[in-house]
């Protein structure tokens, strides 16, 4: 690819006259808080912030920026994990907001269908979903800041996918700026299109590498009547998947979330974010929260009762509460949300978001920690998540006292490779939702088949020759 230039100041003065001082800011202290990632690891800089306030806009940034050659890095609620969103630390590419394009173009319950613009946060679409009796269903607990364009170049998961599948089952259309600054329109809210490969699958994870997302056009399902969120402890994973499995024997459809959450998860909550109660009297090596939510004429507490109360008397599950109101519901979902946020404020710690075949989870989980503890005594691995999904968030904790920074520089690289070698030897994927981004490159680079790499770099090629959409990311370099 070609060389990338540094912008100057005849394109930062075009970019000034283009956007107006609302879309143009370059004031370092406004710029300073979107240039770190949530984990506060990566640090870039940047010129300025574009914030164009339409699609139209961005085409003429991209279009501006391809001529001079300068690199773009898009951002939306920058809550991404793996530092997709941060630009260089040398200052060689700008950083383009979405955060002004945030309307939604059209909404139909009829059509169960939304247009949205790239810079609405999830939770605003949650509201405007009710509001017509309908559902958007995807969710994670960076909704409040987490943008359509972020979650959908990321192909988010969250805590629903084990019912509804990931963004990419939830995506109709796509309208994106492409690299050399045309509009791809493919926003129509079809739900058969054959014609040849799918640009908007393409885009769809793409992690800001091929395009700038503008809009676009979601699923929507019914509105639920009701809801039941239990929690429930038990000793093993194998017993939660089991518990899984016998619930949706009952159930049918109706559990759409099944988190598993271990006692030193839950621990680090209860010791960090203010207000948490433990759910259980008593403390469980593992915990699940359940979500079953029911359709027309189906009561969801009662079926989970039910479900509960049997799994209690097999001895699979050892207690178990549900939740009698909202407020209550809400209370167990903020101990699974805030295990991200607890993480964050107890220190830094090795992340891990992994997938293996659903089955295999239990074993691995059992296998792998035990492995990496007893490889660096006093650290802890701390495993939790999206089980239904064989997608677990597997963190490793330094040993108490360490410096954790020091310690994650000292060992922090040999600790990932173990983990993401027995990832790839169980057939797994060392990125379950978070995306590649910086964070992961090395690694995926390092456990990735030829094949693979090569399509990912040809298309990469064919759609931004010049190599100006977030270079640096997600696609190895040759
Ligand atoms: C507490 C917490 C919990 C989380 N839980 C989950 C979870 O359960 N499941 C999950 O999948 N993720 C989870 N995440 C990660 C994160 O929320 C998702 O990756 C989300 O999709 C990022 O959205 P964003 O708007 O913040 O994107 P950003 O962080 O701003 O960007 C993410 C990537 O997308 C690119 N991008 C952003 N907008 C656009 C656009 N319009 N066009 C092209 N590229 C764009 C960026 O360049 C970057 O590569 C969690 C994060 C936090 C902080």
Redesign the pocket.
């Given at each position: 690819m070609a060389d990338l230039n540094f912008p100057d100041k005849q394109l930062l003065d075009k970019l000034a006259t283009l956007l107006g001082p609302q879309g143009f800011i370059a004031d370092r202290d406004l710029i300073a808080p979107w240039l770190v990632d949530?984990r506060d690891r990566y640090h870039g800089e940047s010129a300025a912030l574009l914030a164009p306030a339409d699609a139209a806009q961005t085409a003429a940034i991209v279009r501006l920026c391809a001529e001079a050659r300068v690199a773009l890095?898009?951002?939306?609620?920058?809550?991404?994990?793996v530092a997709?969103?941060t630009p260089a630390a040398d200052g060689s590419a700008l950083l383009l907001s979405?955060r002004r394009m945030n309307r939604l173009r059209a909404i139909s319950a009829d059509d169960n269908s939304v247009i949205a613009e790239?810079g609405v946060i999830l939770s605003d679409l949650h509201d405007a979903a009710a509001a017509i009796g309908r559902r958007f269903p995807l969710s994670?607990?960076?909704k409040g800041?987490?943008?359509i364009?972020?979650?959908?170049?990321?192909n988010?998961?969250?805590?629903q996918v084990l019912r509804f599948g990931?963004m990419r089952a939830l995506v109709l259309g796509i309208e994106?700026v492409l690299p050399d600054g045309s509009l791809f329109d493919g926003l129509a809210t079809l739900r058969k299109d054959n014609r040849g490969y799918d640009l908007r699958q393409l885009l769809t994870g793409?992690?800001?590498t091929l395009?700038?997302?503008?809009a676009a056009a979601l699923r929507l399902v019914p509105a639920i009547s009701g809801r039941a969120v239990a929690w429930a402890g038990l000793s093993s994973p194998r017993d939660a998947l089991t518990l899984l499995r016998r619930l949706e024997e009952r159930t049918g459809e109706a559990v759409e979330s099944f988190e598993l959450v271990p006692a030193n998860a839950l621990a680090l909550v209860l010791r960090n974010i203010p207000g948490t109660r433990p759910p259980l009297d008593a403390s469980h090596a593992w915990n699940v929260l359940i979500e079953a939510v029911g359709g027309r004429g189906a009561d969801p507490e009662a079926m989970l009762e039910q479900g509960l109360a049997a799994a209690i008397e097999d001895g699979l599950v050892q207690d178990a509460t549900i939740a009698s109101s909202e407020a209550q519901a809400e209370a167990l979902w903020t101990l699974r949300?805030s295990i991200?946020?607890a993480e964050k404020i107890d220190g830094h710690s090795l992340k891990h978001d992994i997938s293996v075949p659903v089955l295999d989870m239990p074993a691995f989980l059992d296998r792998e920690r035990d492995r990496l503890e007893a490889h660096f005594p006093g650290s802890r691995i701390i495993a939790f998540?999206?089980l239904g999904d064989g997608n677990i968030h597997f963190n490793l904790l330094p040993p108490p006292g360490e410096d954790r920074l020091a310690w994650i520089a000292r060992h922090g690289a040999e600790a990932s490779a173990m983990v993401h070698d027995r990832v790839a030897a169980a057939g797994g994927s060392l990125s379950a939702?978070?995306?590649i981004?910086q964070a992961k490159l090395a690694e995926f680079a390092r456990l990735t088949d030829q094949p693979r790499l090569h399509t990912l770099r040809a298309i990469k090629r064919a759609l931004d020759p010049l190599g100006i959409m977030?270079p640096g990311?997600l696609v190895p370099p040759e």
């Open positions: 949530w890095v898009p951002q939306g609620g920058n809550t991404g994990t997709g969103a979405t790239a994670l607990a960076a800041s987490a943008t364009g972020g979650l959908v170049s990321t988010a998961g969250g805590t990931p994106a793409a992690e800001g395009g700038v997302v503008t949300e991200s946020p998540g999206h939702e978070h995306g981004g977030n990311k």
